[in-house]
């Protein structure tokens, strides 16, 4: 089954200490993005990938890393959680093929985090 | 990038037609503009998409006028299964993507 899958689905934490939230895709996409969700703000992309070893930064990046070593994993790293972090993350992935804009992207189940 | 504006919030009643409106005045030639529908702790999902005039699949219809300054997502005779957040997503290649707010859709019986 295509699908992205994320991990963990939930997570409690503190302030400070890094996590890690995975994100893979089996239907060998190109382009991998992570958002952040939150009441009243919709969904903001935090960072994309175009390729293996090529990523930029979204709309929000501060306070977050990201890397992309291999086609289907694009892990959103946060070396020290702030509670302004708290948050509902997504992991999307897309086809790029003639152009990315006319395909669709295919978003995880999310993660919901809480930094305390 | 194109900055899209939609409605907060709609209501309807179960068997009407609901018509949701995006604006997204500064569209450049090559964005093609997408719907997506989303549930409660879910992921976004893909509704519909659409370069210029009128688009129909199984769930829905996507209207868009020869400016393309606007678009319509057209919903059916919604159920209280369609009560969801819908985002206009206008993207056209470039690297970023920034979706909109969306329009809490609710639906009564």
């Known amino acids: 089954e295509a699908q992205v899958t994320q991990n963990p689905r939930y997570l409690i934490t503190v302030t400070g200490k890094k996590l890690t939230v995975t994100c893979s895709q089996n239907m060998n996409h190109e382009y991998m993005s992570w958002y952040r969700q939150d009441p009243g703000l919709g969904l903001r992309q935090i960072y994309y990938s175009m390729n293996v070893e090529v990523t930029d930064k979204g709309d929000v990046p501060e306070g977050y890393k990201v890397s992309r070593k291999e086609k289907r994993n694009f892990p959103l790293i946060l070396e020290s959680p702030s509670p302004n972090q708290t948050s509902l993350y997504f992991c999307a992935s897309s086809p790029l093929g003639q152009g990315a804009w006319t395909d669709t992207q295919y978003f995880g189940p999310g993660t919901r985090l809480t930094v305390l | ?109």
């Open chain 2, 1 to 109: 990038l194109a900055k899209t504006t939609q409605p907060i919030s709609m209501d309807s009643y179960e068997g009407q037609e609901v018509n949701i409106t995006c604006s997204h005045n500064n569209i450049a030639t090559n964005d093609y503009i997408t719907w997506y529908q989303q549930f409660p702790s879910q992921g976004p999902r893909f509704i519909i998409q659409g370069y210029k005039t009128k688009v129909t699949n199984e769930v829905a219809s996507l209207f868009i006028p020869a400016d393309r300054k606007s678009s319509t997502l057209s919903l059916p005779r919604v159920s209280l299964s369609d009560t969801a957040v819908y985002y206009c997503l206008v993207w056209g290649g470039g690297n970023k993507l920034t979706f909109g707010t969306g329009t809490q859709l609710k639906v009564e019986l």
